[in-house]
């Protein structure tokens, strides 16, 4: 069964205080991994889309990285407004050439000041 | 440029009651997927339409049905609600499947 797994589950960081999130996944036929940011009450706002491992993409302080297994966001010197949860999806095809989007369970990120 | 629109933002039913759902796509997107999101937890898929039929649906009864209109705008339905129907319920349009642009989400409460 596909599965996605995401950790830690909760984290708290000081501002300015770098570290890196964890999306691994056990997948069939990976056709591509999405880092989405969602505030409370809200819906998931699009960050990066990686397609092959060895792929990075940066914006701001966050930086995404893919691997055969893993992904990683890397956030560097966070601020207080990085504080959000951090979704992981991996994009897996269906029967019929369609895709569907199948996500992780989130890591909540606090950054204090 | 519209994102996508989820309507109505609140909504608060009673156990056994029926509820409707609308999404409308962004522009220029014809495919919609629903899913379903638990406090604390990720998104669930519950299914996806394309050119008006339910393309695959997740691990979700039949009390959970859609229907996509000839605009791409589309509507869930849950029938014979439960409190454990209580949730956040996003929906996402695609152009080709990639992509996903997702709305703020209809918050049931099922009472």
């Known amino acids: 069964e596909d599965q996605v797994t995401q950790s830690p589950e909760a984290l708290r960081l000081q501002e300015g205080e770098s570290s890196s999130l964890n999306c691994s996944y056990t997948?069939?036929?990976?056709?591509?991994l999405f880092w989405y940011r969602q505030d409370p009450g809200k819906g998931p706002e699009f960050l990066f889309t990686l397609y092959s491992a060895g792929e990075e993409k940066e914006k701001e302080r966050l930086k995404a990285t893919l691997t055969k297994k893993e992904s990683f966001l890397h956030i560097t010197a966070p601020k207080p407004e990085d504080s959000a949860t951090y979704l992981c999806?991996?994009?897996?095809?269906?029967?019929?050439?369609?895709?569907?989007?199948?996500f992780g369970a989130g890591t909540r990120l606090a950054v204090h000041p | 440029d519209a994102g996508v629109t989820q309507s109505p933002t609140h909504l608060i039913k009673t156990r056994g009651q029926q509820v409707t759902l609308r999404c409308s796509p962004k522009?220029?997107?014809?495919?919609v997927s629903w899913y379903q999101q638990a406090l604390g937890q990720g998104p669930q898929f519950i299914f996806q339409y394309y050119e008006e039929e339910e393309r695959q649906r997740g691990n979700f009864p039949d009390r959970f049905s859609g229907h996509q209109f000839p605009n791409y705008s589309s509507e869930l339905n849950v029938n014979a609600l439960l409190l454990g129907d209580s949730a956040l319920y996003l929906c996402?349009?695609?152009?080709?499947?990639?992509?996903?642009?997702f709305g703020s989400g209809t918050r049931l409460t099922v009472v």
């Open positions: 997948v069939s036929g990976l056709r591509g």
């Open positions: 999806a991996v994009l897996l095809p269906f029967s019929g050439g369609y895709n569907k989007l199948i």
């Open positions: 996402a349009s695609s152009f080709t499947g990639d992509g996903y642009t």
């Open positions: 522009s220029g997107h014809d495919t």
